[in-house]
């Protein structure tokens, strides 16, 4: 082939090309073309992130130092709702544990969180509590008293199944807190040192 008939045949290939580009890509009308992002509604539209529900909560008594100091002051606050009384249960000790508003004052050292928790079927919840409990306690027979007895009534007074607590400190079973409180057994009777309401007044005549 000589070299006229090399270039005829190669103007012949690159018009046959420009051809098939051109009824590819111009000829034929939009919708037989695949489409772009753009062109893609779906991919047009703004996607939404699936919003969090809302958890059930439910309304329970916390216990906060009274205002002479001597006792404790049930407070009604909504909690987290727990699907068993094992969940419950921790719900209710981790809102304990949470710093209360002013004028509140907890008897909880800040810092205190829990770390485990578990019943029985007799009735007796082991609350597992992070050091804090007793590196930051302050001390005296009397504040230990009202530390101790918070975390039972707070289960005890909210839990009927809930009958004794006993208080562990970074998994392990403890003498006391502050040198005070027997805290080898579970405990219970924590409405002796919870503040009764005032009766109301008496009517006027």
């Known amino acids: 082939m000589n070299r006229s008939a090399r270039v005829a045949s190669a103007l012949a290939v690159a018009l046959v090309a420009a051809v098939l580009a051109w009824v590819l890509f111009v000829a034929l009308p939009a919708w037989t073309r695949p489409a772009t992002p753009a062109e893609d509604p779906a991919l047009a539209r703004p996607v939404q992130a699936p919003q969090p529900e809302p958890s059930q909560r439910i309304k329970a008594r916390l216990y906060y130092v009274s205002a002479d100091g001597l006792r404790l002051q049930a407070q009604e606050r909504e909690v987290e709702f727990g699907e068993t009384t094992t969940a419950q249960a921790r719900h209710l000790i981790e809102a304990q544990l949470a710093p209360p508003e002013p004028p509140l ?8 969180t829990l770390k485990e928790l578990f019943l029985t079927g007799r009735g007796e919840a082991y609350v597992d509590l992070s050091g804090e409990l007793a590196a930051s306690h302050t ?11 918070t975390l039972v009534a707070v289960l005890t007074e909210n839990l009927p199944s809930v009958v004794r607590v006993q208080i562990l400190i970074d998994g392990h079973e403890v003498d006391t807190l502050a040198g ?3 805290l080898r057994r579970p405990l219970s009777g924590a409405a002796q040192w919870i503040e009764q309401p005032a009766p109301p007044a008496p009517a006027a005549n």
């Open 105 to 112: 004052l907890s008897a909880i050292p800040p810092g205190t």
């Open 139 to 149: 001390g005296g027979s009397h504040d230990e008293i009202l530390t101790v007895y």
């Open 180 to 182: 005070h409180v027997d």
